[in-house]
Nanobody, 127 residues
Framework: QVQLVESGGGLVQAGGSLRLSCAAS??????????MGWLRQAPGKEREFVAA????????YYADPVKGRFTISRDNAKNTVYLQMNSLKPEDTAVYYC??????????????????WGQGTQVTVSS
């Protein structure tokens, strides 16, 4: 059974920073063979893509609203993915989800690209 557990969310003032972590576990599960993504869902809105990293970490992708402020990274040896969030804005307030991509995908922006999901962590940015 694959588990993705997010942590690091919380309440921060606008302009501040947070670092989210996503720890993966499972008897044979290794993030080194999966594209990994972060998506978020704000109250009353559809879930949206934030960032993704291909299995090797050599390529990363970002949604336009977070480009230049957020950075996705991964430590395959620790089976952990991170999302460094800087210059946070109130509109970044959402539940942030970590997800592992389906084999062979070449797109990352839609929910359908992902096979395994974490339970989410709340990020609240106050103005």
């Amino acid at each position: 059974q694959v588990q993705l557990v997010e942590s690091g969310g919380g309440l921060v003032q606008a302009g501040g920073s947070l670092r989210l972590s996503c720890a993966a576990s499972g008897r044979t599960f290794s993030i080194s063979t999966y594209a990994m993504g972060w998506l978020r869902q704000a109250p009353g809105k559809e879930r949206e893509f934030v960032a993704a990293s291909v299995w090797s970490g050599s390529k990363t992708y970002y949604a336009d609203p977070v480009k230049g402020r957020f950075t996705i990274s991964r430590d395959n040896a620790k089976n952990t993915v991170y999302l460094q969030m800087n210059s946070l804005k109130p509109e970044d307030t959402a539940v942030y989800y970590c997800a592992a991509g389906r084999p062979g995908i070449d797109y990352y922006t839609a929910d359908t690209a992902y096979r395994y999901w974490g339970q989410g962590t709340q990020v609240t940015v106050s103005s």
